[in-house]
């Protein structure tokens, strides 16, 4: 393959999705207003903080570390990278829980997930099925395709 002098190979093009940011609104901190992307679809049902035998981590930050290590490796499993996220929604129990923790909450995401920030939605909600999870997290990738 070619390119004209001073273009970028395509094979040196960064191949994870395109954030959306309109002109003129402000710059989002921690999430993108929206993502673009091309490929195949790597999506998880509702993650929550327990290891693989089951229990549950101790505390609101300890949980959601857990939950963005479990996304991190279902995407392993279908050979998506946390660069690939598109969209997280996140579903707590406690809002306040989760305004109280953000930068250690931040910090948990930044040291699993890298500094890629996908589209994400929050919502709190009544309870979650699992008694003992503070959060559960749906995600979405996508894995250009070659």
Do not use: C
Not at 81 to 100: I, K, N, Q
């Amino acid at each position: 393959m070619t390119t004209a002098i001073g273009e970028t190979p395509l094979s040196a093009v960064d191949d994870g999705p395109e954030v959306l940011n309109p002109k003129h609104w402000p710059v989002p901190k921690g999430y993108a207003n929206g993502m673009m992307a091309e490929g195949r679809i790597v999506v998880t049902g509702g993650i929550v903080g327990w290891d693989e035998t089951g229990a549950f981590a101790d505390g609101f930050v300890a949980q959601a570390r857990q939950v963005l290590e479990n996304i991190r490796t279902i995407l392993a499993e279908g050979g998506a990278e946390p660069r690939h996220l598109v969209r997280l929604t996140w579903y707590v129990v406690d809002m306040d829980e989760y305004l109280a923790n953000l930068r250690e909450l931040g910090r948990a995401y930044r040291e699993v997930l890298g500094t890629h920030y996908p589209a994400m939605a929050l919502v709190q909600v009544v309870r979650l099925v699992e008694k003992a999870a503070r959060l559960e997290v749906e995600a979405t990738a996508v894995v250009p395709g070659r």
